[in-house]
């Protein structure tokens, strides 16, 4: 089975820090994806990366970076937290497979908040 | 408009209730996927159809590709099926997923 392990399920941090949120898996995946959940809102892609040391901007990349060293691991970066971003982040990974639509592989999210 | 419509975003059942949860888009899609998301945050794929229908144990989802449209059943409903229910597709065009809003499901004893 696919494991896709986040480093926190629940983070308390302040307004102004720099946070970071880490995500790992087993499988040997190429794509990895970090996504954001608000209530009424869904999940909201906010970066993705298709190989190491690649990163492609989601649908609200605003305010956050990624960093993609090594193959298994995928960091999201909260350069200067702020209380519009306490929420819950999942992160999730994917083999590059043949054509579209393969399924992906999620952690279990860690739930942010700002204060 | 969002481009994946769900319906209801609430759901109460008793158990052993059938239950029908549906999902509308309006883009081209390579796949179609239902996940469900137990409180706590993990979620987990439940189907990934693109055509017809697939069935697992009680939970059938099908897909009409001409109408846009797929529908998640439950068939004799139980308290530990009470989850957030989540339809998202693949885009044909980027190939990433967009997510509908959720179904949240309680089913009482």
């Known amino acids: 089975d696919v494991k896709v392990t986040q480093s926190s399920r629940y983070l308390v941090k302040r307004t102004g820090e720099k946070v970071f949120l880490e995500c790992v898996q087993d499988?040997?995946?190429?794509?990895m994806f970090w996504y954001r959940q608000d209530p009424g809102l869904g999940l909201r892609l906010i970066y993705f990366?298709?190989?190491?040391?690649?990163?492609e901007k989601g649908d609200i990349p605003e305010g956050y970076s990624v960093s993609r060293e090594k193959k298994e691991r995928f960091s999201l970066i909260l350069e200067s937290a702020s209380t519009n971003q306490t929420s819950m982040y999942l992160c999730a990974s994917r083999s590059r497979g043949e054509g579209a639509g393969q399924p992906q592989h999620f952690g279990d999210g860690t739930r942010l908040s700002i204060l | 408009k969002n481009e994946v419509e769900q319906s209801p975003q609430n759901l109460t059942a008793q158990e052993g209730e059938f239950i029908t949860i549906n999902c509308s888009y309006s883009?081209?899609?390579?796949?179609l996927h239902w996940l469900q998301q137990h409180p706590g945050g993990g979620i987990v794929s439940l189907f990934m159809l693109s055509s017809g229908k697939k069935k697992h144990g009680r939970l059938i989802a099908t897909i009409n590709i001409q109408e846009k449209h797929s529908s998640l059943h439950i068939t004799a409903s139980h308290p530990r099926d009470s989850a957030v229910y989540i339809c998202?597709?693949?885009?044909?065009?980027?190939?990433?997923?967009?997510f509908g809003t959720g179904t949240r499901l309680q089913v009482f004893p």
């Open positions: 883009v081209g899609i390579s796949a």
């Open positions: 990366s298709y190989d190491v040391k690649m990163k």
């Open positions: 499988m040997d995946h190429e794509n």
């Open positions: 998202a597709v693949s885009s044909s065009d980027t190939d990433k997923l967009i």
